[in-house]
């Protein structure tokens, strides 16, 4: 990826907000009533949930420097203080859910 495009995705990252994430309509997966994700701002995929485990965004990151196997590259992981939901931001690369 060029450092101009690495820019663009750092400057889309930072513009990104809970009130974006949570107006997204383009809902890509809904396991559970506690979990989705939605695609935000055309780039990202957001996981959003009361049940996502803590470390699920690190178990993705380790795979992803320690295989060859092709996920989307996690940018941020938090947790609302006010709801309580997590949040991990991926790319989004379209594929046929499982």
């Known amino acids: 990826m060029s450092t101009e495009m690495d820019n663009e995705m750092h400057s889309v990252i930072e ?10 309509t383009d809902v890509l997966s809904i396991r559970t009533n ?3 994700v939605v695609r935000v701002k055309e780039h990202f995929a ?9 470390l699920e965004a690190k178990n993705i990151n380790f795979i992803t420097a320690n295989s060859k196997v092709h996920i989307p590259k996690v940018h941020a992981n938090f947790v609302d203080p006010e709801t309580q939901k997590r949040y991990i931001i991926m790319d989004f690369v379209p594929s046929t859910d499982l």
Request: glycine residues 4%; proline residues 9%.
């Open 15 to 24: 513009l990104l907000t809970i009130a974006d994430i949570e107006a997204s």
């Open 34 to 36: 506690a979990i989705k």
């Open 46 to 54: 957001v996981k959003i949930g009361y049940s996502i485990p803590p």
